[in-house]
Structures are given as structure tokens and as C-alpha cells.
């Protein structure tokens, strides 16, 4: 499976592909990061996001995208700018219909490195020594992005199966369900029959 994973932000938005192969092995496609001028308008900004996620994916045909949720941060600007450049590339993944997952920064780190509190250095030296990579992806933006495809190539077919799971623990609850319900509607179907029923055996006896 081929997946692109994006580092969502405006002034440096990483893409990284990567391929998984048999049991848990990984391997770099193509590595880079996108950047937009600051004192450029934002609509241009995150128009030559979208332009270049697009060439990606038309290049690389990744069979999902998956992108580093964003969470609130101190600065209100950065984030909000981080969400919209995350949220044109995942618009431009839907128009190819590529399912887009978005994983979480603990999700990430504990996936590549075992710690969900590990730093950027420790998920850059992962990120090489799990990709074979002689040199450190520059910047971390790039690290992020190869980080991020081999978490969702991981962590994938387990929420996969969870789902699975789910559904099929939902469908049986909505059977039984089902059955409870038919069952009190035929045992209050049958109530005035038997009322019907010992009625005419009481007058059976008196007479």
C-alpha cells in the first residue's frame, strides 16, 4: 500500500510517500516540502498547497492521505492557518476520492518511536533508521510528513479491523434487538386471546 502523509502549515507543508511492503517493512518514495511566501495573500498560499499536494497525488497515486490532525495551540493564528493548509490537501485527496485519515501527533510519535511523548529528534532518527535513509530529512516538516504515512500504514489495518469489529457487535445488538421487540409484540398479541379464552371457560363453568 502507497500512502502520502502530510505535515500540514502554510509556511512549510510536508509531503512524504512511502510504500509498505510485507509484514511491517517500510520504504521512502519521495520526500519534500512545500513552501509559501509569508507576506503573500493567504487564499494564494494555500491555493499553492493544494496545487502541489495535487501534483503529488496525480504523480505518486498514493491509495490513501494521511494528515496530522491539528490541535489548539498557544498561538491561534498558526493553527488555524495549519488546519486550512491541512484541509485544502485533504479536499484535493477527496476529488480523487483517496480516503483520508487524520492521525494525531501521540498517535505518531508512539507508532514510529513506542513513546507518544518522543521529540522531533527522536522521530527524525526513527524515521531514517526505519526507511534505511542516509541523510536526515530536512526539516523536521519532511520527517513529519515520512513519520506520518508510516503510521497510518501501521496503525491502518488495525483500525480497520476495530471498525469491523464494531459494526459486526452493532449489527447483532440491532438483531437481538429486533427479536426482543417481536417477541413482546407477539406476547401482547396473544394476552387477549388468552383473556378471550379463560372468559369463555368461566362461563363454560357456570353454566
Known amino acids: ?25 517500510v520504504t521512502c518514495v519521495a520526500v519534500d516540502v512545500i513552501r509559501t511566501p509569508a507576506d ?3 487564499a494564494v498560499r494555500l491555493l499553492g498547497i493544494s496545487d502541489a499536494a495535487e501534483r503529488w497525488m496525480d504523480r505518486y497515486r498514493p491509495e490513501a492521505v494521511a494528515v ?3 490541535f489548539a495551540q498557544h498561538n491561534v493564528r498558526t493553527a488555524m492557518g495549519t488546519a486550512q493548509a491541512g ?4 479536499l484535493a485527496a477527496a476529488r480523487r476520492g483517496l480516503p483520508v485519515v487524520f492521525h494525531t ?3 505518531v510519535k508512539a507508532a514510529v518511536t513506542g513513546s507518544g511523548r518522543a521529540d522531533k529528534a527522536q522521530v527524525t532518527t526513527m524515521v531514517m533508521r526505519l526507511l534505511g535513509l542516509v541523510e536526515k530529512p530536512h526539516p523536521a516538516d519532511a520527517a513529519d510528513a515520512l513519520a506520518l504515512a508510516i503510521c497510518h500504514l501501521w496503525r491502518e489495518p488495525m483500525r480497520a479491523r476495530l471498525a469491523e469489529a464494531e ?4 449489527e447483532m445488538v440491532r438483531k437481538h434487538r ?9 406476547a401482547k398479541a396473544a394476552k ?12 363454560g363453568t357456570a353454566r
Do not use: F, H, I, W
Not at 459494526?167 to 452493532?170: K, L, Q, S
Not at 387477549?192 to 362461563?203: E, H, M, S, W
Open 1 to 25: 500500500m502507497r500512502v502520502l502523509g502530510v505535515d500540514p502549515g502554510l509556511t512549510r507543508c510536508g509531503l512524504g510517500v512511502v510504500d509498505g511492503g510485507t509484514g511491517r517493512t
Open 178 to 186: 429486533a427479536r426482543l421487540a417481536e417477541a413482546a409484540k407477539q
Open 68 to 70: 496530522e490532525r491539528v
Open 105 to 107: 501527533p501521540s498517535e
Open 87 to 90: 484541509g485544502v490537501v485533504a
Open 167 to 170: 459494526a459486526r457487535g452493532a
Open 192 to 203: 387477549p386471546v388468552a383473556k378471550t379464552a379463560n372468559t369463555a371457560l368461566k362461563k
Open 40 to 42: 503573500a495573500d493567504l
